[in-house]
């Protein structure tokens, strides 16, 4: 199995495959492991029917030796590193910036996961690759880019699932740089299959993220937001024939329903700690208790094959039950 061993040096070792990663950890042995250079084994020596026997030197016994075992991907660096210097346009780019920008072998020499895995971290952070460099775009410009795309398709009254690809990259490239608005572009977008006669092709809005990044804005700034207002200008502000659900704020946004009125906040998991412990202690500080439909978007990211989020919720969470609903609570809360 060809790898390497990935990270930084405070890092625990890992080791990484093209695709997969693995915990390098110390197993014991009930049996001596004995090292002895140059040690010629059976299968190797001529079969000429003569027997020799030869002193050999044992230069160390050894009751541990290393395993290897497959675990998540240790990305959380990532949002770290990409967060040092986000890119908010072309203007501001010129400007010499405190953070570090970081090409792809620089990533995958910090982050302990494969390449594979590393490719799809950043799509799902929604990461650019910008002049040879992956950075996030900064939120307020993030926003400026897809409402680029938004106007562009109301001014010409563009029907919501035939939008053409290259046309519109070609008419936003006059107001930001083409690879931000080509990236924008397909993160927001999905392919419909059909084709238009010019050799274009047809996308269509992905709701729940045109959705999500419209409800961002308006929470940001806002503190706690009535929810039923909220609900109501969310509405006005995605474009229409769109329609907003809560379940497409998971992770985002918490809801206090026992408050009157109901009230809505920015809550983002991007913002949490990533120590398991830390995590817990900072959602146990922010509400006492939480229903197994509110919390588990706040550890899913924590989660793996071998422990989901139910035995994650078991070991690091007290369960109750009050009027026939389960809530989990501090270790130590009473």
Not at 95 to 121: F, H, T, V
Not at 170 to 187: G, M, N
């Amino acid at each position: 199995m060809n790898g390497v061993l990935r990270g930084d040096p405070e890092d625990g070792a890992v080791f990484c495959t093209k695709g997969k990663t693995y915990e390098v950890r110390e197993a014991e042995t009930s049996n001596s492991l004995v090292l002895v250079p140059q040690l010629s084994f059976a299968d190797s020596l001529e079969k000429s029917g003569e027997r020799k026997i030869q002193n050999s030197q044992v230069c160390g016994i050894h009751y541990t030796y290393l395993e290897l075992r497959p675990c998540k991907p240790r990305i959380q660096k990532l949002r770290v590193l990409l967060a040092e210097r986000p890119y908010s346009g072309p203007d501001a780019q010129e400007e010499e910036g405190d953070g570090q920008k970081y090409c792809w072998n620089d990533l995958l020499d910090r982050i302990q996961c494969s390449e594979e895995e590393l490719d799809k971290a950043l799509l799902e952070m929604e990461a650019y690759h910008l002049y040879g460099f992956w950075q996030v775009l900064e939120f307020d410009y993030r926003f400026k880019v897809v409402s680029h795309i938004l106007n562009l398709i109301e001014e010409k009254s563009l029907p919501l699932d035939g939008i053409p690809r290259i046309s519109t990259i070609k008419a936003l490239s006059e107001l930001e740089p083409r690879p931000v608005i080509t990236q924008c572009f397909d993160y927001y977008l999905k392919p419909t299959g059909v084709d238009t006669d010019d050799g274009d092709s047809f996308y269509t809005l992905i709701d729940d993220k045109i959705c999500r990044i419209c409800a961002e804005v308006l929470l940001k700034p806002a503190g706690k937001f009535n929810l039923s207002e909220f609900l109501s200008i969310w509405q006005q502000s995605v474009p229409e024939g769109l329609t907003t659900n809560l379940s497409q704020l998971e992770g985002l946004a918490l809801v206090d329903r026992s408050s009157t009125p109901e009230v809505i906040s920015h809550f983002p998991v991007s913002s949490m700690p990533q120590d398991i412990h830390e995590r817990f202690s900072y959602l146990f500080e922010t509400r006492e208790r939480w229903t197994l439909d509110e919390i588990r978007p706040y550890v899913m990211d924590l989660a793996g094959e071998k422990t989901p989020v139910n035995a994650i919720l078991t070991k690091y969470a007290r369960a109750s039950t009050q009027n026939g609903i389960k809530y989990y609570s501090g270790k130590h809360a009473r």
